[in-house]
C-alpha cells in the first residue's frame, strides 16, 4: 500500500504527466498496469471537473480578432 506522501506526491504531478502515464498504461495489455491506468484516469477526471476548460463562445474561424 503507498504511503501518504507518496500518494499526496502523485496527486500533484502535471495533468501531461498523468495523461502520458496513463497512455503507458493503458498500452500495456492484458494489463499488469491497469491499477496506474485507472488511478491516472481518475485523478485527470477529477481535475477536469474541479477545473473546465474555458470554451470560447465564437468558432476558431469566427474569433473577432
Known amino acids: ?5 507518496r500518494i499526496r506526491a502523485f496527486q ?3 495533468a501531461r504527466t498523468l495523461e502520458l502515464l496513463w497512455e503507458e498504461a493503458s498500452a500495456h495489455r492484458p494489463a499488469p498496469l491497469e491499477r496506474l491506468e485507472r488511478l491516472c484516469a481518475d485523478l485527470l477526471f477529477e ?5 473546465p476548460e474555458r470554451v470560447s463562445p465564437f468558432p476558431e474561424s469566427e474569433l473577432p480578432f
Open 1 to 5: 500500500m503507498a504511503s501518504a506522501s
Open 47 to 51: 481535475r477536469q471537473l474541479l477545473n
Open 12 to 14: 500533484l504531478l502535471s
